[in-house]
């Protein structure tokens, strides 16, 4: 269902670090995902997405895992930098009845130099 | 391309008034969407609408609460009689025809404060 509120939990990483941020949805329907990337007063900002139909997905430094078994989704951020730091949130196509994206509660990931 | 404009960026409202959000869709966006965001929580869906009609209204509380997309001008996110409950970050988002949920984006949004 929709996100529970509760404190964010918080990733801390050296910079340099690899980062994996996890996320467990909650509609086995879904067909689509999305990873957000949302800074201190400031709109969510689009990383990369997902279809049901794939596993694994690459982009700049970063990539998108899918198991669908668990309904799991993992976002990994290569030689993280200090300008990653931000709160980091998934999000489903909820496709069941009429489609609307439903995110998840959101990890803040803290990076020092 | 301006993006998704989104105004006042800030806005506060003594109990009882009414709150008005203002959305303009990116240029050729004709879905747009308002979610709500708590401190320290996720966005939550509230509605959906395409021009002149609700799609989805699912996540609007059933009082006080009401959106329009008309024909012409922005979206407006209208909440009556403000209570100190609703202050929060409001975002809006926008998507091309033809796909829904895909090529969502964001405006920077509108944080209401209920004195």
């Known amino acids: 269902g929709e996100s529970v509120g509760l404190h964010l939990p918080t990733l801390s990483v050296q910079e340099g670090d690899n980062s994996i941020i996890n996320c467990a949805y909650s509609?086995?329907?879904?067909?689509?995902f999305i990873w957000y990337k949302q800074e201190s007063g400031k709109g969510p900002q689009f990383i990369i997405d997902?279809?049901?139909?794939?596993d694994k997905r690459q982009g700049q430094r970063v990539t998108v895992l899918l198991n669908k078994t668990v309904k799991h989704l993992s976002l990994q951020i290569a030689a993280t930098q200090p300008g990653d730091s931000a709160v980091y949130f998934c999000?489903?196509?909820?496709?069941?009845?009429?489609?609307?994206?439903?995110f998840g509660t959101g990890t803040r990931l803290l990076v020092s130099p | 391309n301006a993006g998704v404009m989104q105004n006042p960026r800030h806005l506060v409202r003594r109990r009882g008034q009414e709150a008005r959000l203002r959305c303009s869709p990116m240029?050729?966006?004709?879905?747009v969407y308002w979610y709500r965001q708590l401190p320290e929580e996720g966005l939550k869906f509230m509605v959906y609408?395409?021009?002149?009609?609700?799609?989805?209204e699912s996540g609007m509380p059933k009082e006080r609460f009401s959106a329009e997309f008309p024909k012409e001008g922005p979206s407006i996110l209208r909440i009556q009689q403000v209570v100190r409950g609703d202050s929060a970050a409001y975002f809006c988002?926008?998507?091309?025809?033809?796909?829904?949920?895909?090529?969502?984006?964001f405006g920077s949004g509108t944080r209401l404060t209920v004195v």
């Open positions: 988002a926008s998507s091309p025809p033809g796909v829904a949920n895909y090529g969502y984006t």
């Open positions: 509609n086995s329907a879904s067909d689509y």
């Open positions: 997902i279809r049901s139909n794939m």
């Open positions: 999000a489903e196509n909820w496709s069941t009845g009429f489609q609307k994206l439903v």
């Open positions: 240029k050729g966006h004709s879905h």
């Open positions: 609408l395409q021009k002149e009609n609700i799609i989805d």
